[in-house]
């Protein structure tokens, strides 16, 4: 009998044991701020300076930075957040600008506003309906992922083309420039993968359109002139045998590191990767993002980017604080970011310091972060909503029958009947 | 766990004092009762409670947190939802094609390494059975390589002039199939093939050897003597193998991420999607799951009707 007891009383243990976790004190000021972050050699780093930055003044805050990949902080966050139970998430998060809305809307008293932190006209305007929900700011903008033409200099003008023919271009020269190229020197122009949309995505931005209406939650796809165009154009690379298939990101940056490819049409975070490979140096130039032909459109587009958020989790406050002393007001730290990192911030009145007017050797002396900041200032501002994956998959999916010879506007309009079924 | 029970009343019954009897059958039923109460007390906190749970988040949707109860609607969008019926087909074709490819595959393995005569027995075992024990993730990777446009598969058919150009593995709604029911064959034959092995150190030699007497061929043998000795073997591993792939997750999620456009995408892949890719509907989600639940459910009834054995 006494062993039966024993046993029970041993499993009764276990059981409490599981569940008593839970329970303990918040504490309500701690001076320990946890970071989330993917991408050592970009998000990581920066956050690194701001720490170093930051502690010079405020030593007793204590900030560890734990890296995480993207996709596994998405997960967690949903996970956590989800259950109601904020125990092991951090203080501070990056969250990708696309997704943002996704997360402030889902779980609504979980951020906390940084209204009181930072000014929002400090920064770039598209990154602010992006970054705020019901007229709070919740998100500190971080890098800028403004998009630009990478092209091969050596390729051109094999072709007979330089890159003043690419200054304020549409998609139609640019087209006209990969055939050139293709012929002279059987490079192809681009490399996509046919399930990340994310040319098509700085298309319409270009033309202040996107995958949803301007409330951020109804589908625009079928009466989408941007959409229209750019999957026209897309068709016409693809047909014209422009476009070099890969499947993932080693390849992408492999065909562009081997030299396969003339053009690559990206945010300027692609720039580190672009430069890994010394051996190229000189034969590289960064054009402005071309516009869409015959729709009204400007030469400048993001790709991709991402904001700071502060969870609703004891030391909010003082992690606000921080975000708001580094991020949205320090300029010195802009400039040793775009020194060590390379990276571009969206805090305009960083972009008149002199690091920006560096002229770098590997684009032939163009001074890319100058031209980068200018671009920034053009983006167009548009609400990435809810829905940008959702509908980015389905897309994905009918583009693949418009390639095989599907007409246009059906494609758009099952596309469209499908996503409005998908997003609510 | 009934054992002290069934013992109890009829062993203890023939025994002349009532008293101690009682005390011990009671004891006893005791001593059963707390073995069984631990293991479902555990079952039920960590099985059918979110199971329950389960159930009841899928009569729910909206974004993350602000659920609301929508009763059978996620049940009606499900049969209208083009991604899932494509991720059902998707799946369905690598059931239909990879199963019996595998399983046949075991079989014919696993005679094959039965032989008596053959030599390097144990080398040729291992080096089968070896992928099984290679983690889901590294070796989509690895195949995600091989089969790249530029991976040594390519490089190979390009070599010895079989093909004039890259086959687009990856990025080809066909071939993407095929990747996949490749890799997950090569996965899992070997683990299929061991169950048949081991079974078959169980038939009776001098059943071949009569066999042989009689004048059967080797064909003969296998389709008369070892399949029907399989049998139930072979249906077990069809049916962990169809629940196995109804699952199937890893393998796409790495080597093609269900592309192009939804073309290799499976049903937990769906799944994972809903709650972590898109905006987050977990409600919907469990609907999907559910949906699994029921697909296994159905294709473990056919297998059995099929096998048509009694048990």
């Given at each position: 009998?006494?062993?039966?007891?024993?046993?029970?009383?041993?499993?009764?243990?276990?059981?409490?044991?599981?569940?008593?976790?839970?329970?303990?004190?918040?504490?309500?000021?701690?001076?320990?701020?946890?970071?989330?972050?993917?991408?050592?050699?970009?998000?990581?780093?920066?956050?690194?300076?701001?720490?170093?930055?930051?502690?010079?003044?405020?030593?007793?805050?204590?900030?560890?930075?734990?890296?995480?990949?993207?996709?596994?902080?998405?997960?967690?966050?949903?996970?956590?957040?989800?259950?109601?139970?904020?125990?092991?998430?951090?203080?501070?998060?990056?969250?990708?600008?696309?997704?943002?809305?996704?997360?402030?809307?889902?779980?609504?008293?979980?951020?906390?506003?940084?209204?009181?932190?930072?000014?929002?006209?400090?920064?770039?305007?598209?990154?602010?309906?992006?970054?705020?929900?019901?007229?709070?700011?919740?998100?500190?903008?971080?890098?800028?992922?403004?998009?630009?033409?990478?092209?091969?200099?050596?390729?051109?003008?094999?072709?007979?083309?330089?890159?003043?023919?690419?200054?304020?271009?549409?998609?139609?020269?640019?087209?006209?420039?990969?055939?050139?190229?293709?012929?002279?020197?059987?490079?192809?122009?681009?490399?996509q993968d046919p399930k990340d949309l994310g040319l098509l995505r700085?298309m319409i931005?270009?033309?202040?359109a996107w995958y949803l209406d301007?409330d951020?939650v109804t589908p625009d796809i079928a009466d989408n002139d941007a959409l229209k165009e750019a999957f026209r154009l897309y068709k016409e690379m693809i047909d014209?045998?422009?476009?070099?298939?890969?499947?993932?990101?080693?390849?992408?940056?492999?065909?562009?590191?081997?030299?396969?490819?003339?053009?690559?049409?990206?945010?300027?975070?692609?720039?580190?990767?672009?430069?890994?490979?010394?051996?190229?140096?000189?034969?590289?130039?960064?054009?402005?993002?071309?516009?869409?032909?015959?729709?009204?459109?400007?030469?400048?587009?993001?790709?991709?980017?991402?904001?700071?958020?502060?969870?609703?989790?004891?030391?909010?406050?003082?992690?606000?604080?921080?975000?708001?002393?580094?991020?949205?007001?320090?300029?010195?730290?802009?400039?040793?970011?775009?020194?060590?990192?390379?990276?571009?911030?969206?805090?305009?009145?960083?972009?008149?310091?002199?690091?920006?007017?560096?002229?770098?050797?590997?684009?032939?002396?163009?001074?890319?972060?100058?031209?980068?900041?200018?671009?920034?200032?053009?983006?167009?501002?548009?609400?990435?909503g809810l829905h940008t994956y959702v509908i980015e998959d389905i897309l994905a999916n009918e583009i693949q029958k418009y390639l095989d010879g599907e007409d246009l506007d059906t494609v758009l309009e099952n596309a469209q009947s499908l996503a409005e079924q998908q997003a609510k | 766990?009934?054992?002290?029970?069934?013992?109890?009343?009829?062993?203890?019954?023939?025994?002349?004092?009532?008293?101690?009897?009682?005390?011990?059958?009671?004891?006893?039923?005791?001593?059963?009762?707390?073995?069984?109460?631990?293991?479902?007390?555990?079952?039920?906190?960590?099985?059918?409670?979110?199971?329950?749970?389960?159930?009841?988040?899928?009569?729910?949707?909206?974004?993350?947190?602000?659920?609301?109860?929508?009763?059978?609607?996620?049940?009606i969008r499900l049969f209208q939802d083009p991604v899932f019926l494509t991720t059902v087909k998707n799946?369905?074709i690598?059931?239909?094609?990879?199963?019996?490819?595998?399983?046949?595959?075991?079989?014919?393995?696993?005679?094959?390494?039965?032989?008596?005569?053959?030599?390097?027995?144990?080398?040729?075992?291992?080096?089968?059975?070896?992928?099984?024990?290679?983690?889901?993730?590294?070796?989509?990777?690895?195949?995600?390589?091989?089969?790249?446009?530029?991976?040594?598969?390519?490089?190979?058919?390009?070599?010895?002039?079989?093909?004039?150009?890259?086959?687009?593995?990856?990025t080809d709604p066909f071939?993407a199939?095929?990747?996949?029911?490749?890799?997950?064959?090569?996965?899992?034959?070997?683990?299929?093939?061991?169950?048949?092995?081991?079974?078959?150190?169980?038939?009776?030699?001098?059943?071949?050897?009569?066999?042989?007497?009689?004048?059967?061929?080797?064909?003969?043998?296998?389709?008369?003597?070892?399949?029907?000795?399989?049998?139930?073997?072979?249906?077990?591993?069809?049916?962990?193998?169809?629940?196995?792939?109804?699952?199937?997750?890893?393998?796409?999620?790495?080597?093609?991420?269900g592309g192009p456009g939804n073309a290799t995408m499976?049903i937990?892949q769906y799944?994972?999607n809903l709650?972590?890719k898109y905006t987050?509907d977990?409600?919907y989600?469990?609907?999907v799951?559910?949906?699994?639940?029921?697909?296994?459910?159905?294709?473990?009834?056919?297998?059995?009707?099929?096998?048509?054995?009694?048990?």
């Amino acid at each position: 009998m006494k062993r039966i007891f024993a046993l029970l009383f041993v499993g009764l243990l276990v059981l409490s044991a599981c569940s008593s976790g839970s329970g303990s004190e918040a504490d309500a000021d701690t001076n320990d701020i946890k970071v989330w972050a993917w991408d050592p050699n970009f998000n990581i780093k920066a956050m690194e300076l701001a720490k170093t930055a930051y502690q010079e003044e405020n030593s007793e805050l204590n900030i560890e930075i734990i890296e995480n990949a993207q996709d596994d902080i998405i997960q967690k966050l949903n996970t956590s957040l989800s259950s109601g139970t904020t125990k092991g998430l951090p203080n501070i998060v990056l969250i990708e600008d696309y997704r943002a809305q996704s997360f402030l809307q889902s779980y609504p008293d979980m951020f906390y506003a940084v209204d009181d932190s930072i000014s929002t006209d400090d920064f770039a305007k598209y990154k602010i309906p992006t970054t705020s929900f019901e007229g709070k700011q919740y998100g500190v903008p971080f890098d800028s992922g403004v998009a630009g033409l990478y092209i091969r200099t050596d390729y051109l003008e094999e072709a007979g083309y330089s890159k003043d023919d690419l200054q304020n271009a549409d998609w139609e020269k640019v087209i006209e420039i990969g055939k050139a190229v293709k012929e002279a020197t059987g490079k192809q122009m681009i490399t996509q993968d046919p399930k990340d949309l994310g040319l098509l995505r700085m298309m319409i931005q270009s033309s202040g359109a996107w995958y949803l209406d301007e409330d951020g939650v109804t589908p625009d796809i079928a009466d989408n002139d941007a959409l229209k165009e750019a999957f026209r154009l897309y068709k016409e690379m693809i047909d014209a045998d422009l476009v070099k298939p890969h499947s993932d990101w080693s390849q992408f940056i492999a065909a562009i590191n081997n030299g396969d490819i003339s053009m690559v049409p990206s945010g300027n975070w692609i720039t580190p990767s672009i430069k890994a490979e010394a051996s190229q140096s000189g034969k590289w130039a960064v054009a402005p993002f071309p516009k869409l032909p015959g729709i009204e459109s400007v030469n400048a587009s993001n790709l991709g980017g991402s904001s700071w958020y502060v969870l609703n989790v004891p030391g909010k406050e003082k992690a606000a604080e921080f975000l708001g002393q580094t991020f949205g007001a320090d300029v010195d730290y802009y400039q040793q970011f775009v020194e060590e990192v390379g990276g571009l911030g969206t805090y305009q009145p960083a972009a008149e310091g002199e690091a920006y007017q560096a002229e770098d050797e590997f684009f032939g002396g163009q001074k890319i972060l100058s031209d980068f900041a200018a671009w920034t200032e053009e983006i167009p501002q548009v609400n990435y909503g809810l829905h940008t994956y959702v509908i980015e998959d389905i897309l994905a999916n009918e583009i693949q029958k418009y390639l095989d010879g599907e007409d246009l506007d059906t494609v758009l309009e099952n596309a469209q009947s499908l996503a409005e079924q998908q997003a609510k | 766990m009934n054992i002290p029970d069934k013992l109890g009343p009829e062993k203890l019954a023939k025994k002349p004092a009532p008293r101690p009897a009682r005390s011990l059958r009671l004891k006893n039923t005791m001593v059963g009762w707390s073995f069984v109460t631990l293991a479902s007390l555990l079952i039920g906190i960590f099985y059918f409670f979110p199971m329950v749970q389960a159930l009841i988040l899928s009569f729910q949707s909206g974004s993350g947190v602000n659920l609301s109860f929508v009763g059978f609607e996620n049940y009606i969008r499900l049969f209208q939802d083009p991604v899932f019926l494509t991720t059902v087909k998707n799946t369905v074709i690598y059931l239909i094609i990879q199963v019996p490819v595998m399983i046949l595959l075991a079989l014919f393995l696993s005679v094959v390494l039965n032989n008596k005569t053959l030599k390097w027995k144990g080398f040729f075992r291992t080096a089968i059975f070896l992928p099984c024990v290679t983690s889901l993730v590294a070796y989509s990777v690895v195949f995600k390589y091989l089969f790249a446009p530029d991976g040594i598969v390519n490089m190979t058919l390009m070599k010895i002039n079989l093909v004039s150009e890259p086959i687009q593995w990856l990025t080809d709604p066909f071939w993407a199939k095929i990747t996949i029911i490749l890799a997950i064959t090569w996965r899992w034959t070997g683990y299929n093939m061991i169950f048949y092995l081991s079974a078959l150190q169980n038939v009776d030699r001098s059943i071949y050897e009569a066999a042989k007497i009689d004048g059967a061929s080797a064909i003969q043998q296998f389709f008369k003597i070892t399949i029907p000795m399989l049998k139930p073997i072979i249906l077990f591993t069809s049916i962990t193998s169809t629940i196995g792939t109804l699952q199937l997750f890893d393998e796409v999620m790495n080597i093609t991420a269900g592309g192009p456009g939804n073309a290799t995408m499976t049903i937990s892949q769906y799944i994972y999607n809903l709650s972590f890719k898109y905006t987050p509907d977990f409600g919907y989600a469990a609907t999907v799951s559910y949906a699994i639940v029921i697909l296994i459910v159905i294709f473990s009834i056919i297998q059995f009707k099929a096998a048509g054995d009694k048990k």
